[in-house]
């Protein structure tokens, strides 16, 4: 479930049971919501110089950072522990 979807809209306090689940993994899980990145494009394209703040990009994340997405899905255990009061979908990019 987290390793292979979109963030699924889940039952509150129910573990395990979904509204829905998105197909596929999405653009969200590696480069966070973008929403504001393409309200931002929509209004008026400017081209930068600098980093674009309103997205994630993989290569401007420290080498720890872009490992922490990848793990999202591939870890080497042979089962997740999650810390608590965490979530399967609670990890956004560029979190730890
Ligand atoms: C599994 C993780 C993952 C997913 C899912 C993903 N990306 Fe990426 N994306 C990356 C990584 C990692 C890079 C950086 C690759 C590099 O430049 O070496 C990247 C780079 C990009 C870039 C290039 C940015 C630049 O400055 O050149 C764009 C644009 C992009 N992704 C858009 C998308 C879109 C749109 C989707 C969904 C349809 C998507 N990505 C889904 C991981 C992902």
Same mark, same amino acid.
């Given at each position: 479930?987290?390793?292979?979807?979109?963030?699924?809209?889940? =039952?509150? *306090?129910?573990?395990?049971? *979904? +509204?829905?689940?998105?197909?596929?993994?999405?653009?969200? !899980?590696?480069?966070?919501?973008?929403? &504001?990145?393409?309200?931002? !494009? &929509?209004?008026?394209?400017? @081209?930068?110089?600098?980093?674009? &703040? %309103? +997205? =994630?990009?993989?290569?401007?994340?420290?080498?720890? !950072?872009? +490992?922490?997405?990848?793990?999202?899905?591939?870890?080497?255990?042979?089962?997740?522990? &999650?810390?608590?009061?965490?979530?399967?979908?609670? *990890?956004? @990019?560029?979190? %730890?």
């Amino acid at each position: 479930m987290s390793c292979h979807n979109a963030y699924p809209e889940q =039952i509150p *306090f129910v573990s395990g049971k *979904f +509204i829905n689940v998105p197909e596929g993994i999405s653009c969200e !899980r590696c480069h966070r919501a973008g929403a &504001l990145h393409v309200e931002e !494009r &929509l209004a008026e394209f400017t @081209p930068r110089d600098s980093i674009d &703040l %309103t +997205i =994630i990009n993989q290569t401007h994340l420290s080498i720890s !950072r872009q +490992i922490d997405v990848c793990q999202q899905s591939h870890t080497t255990g042979a089962a997740t522990v &999650l810390k608590e009061g965490r979530g399967d979908f609670d *990890f956004r @990019p560029g979190q %730890t």
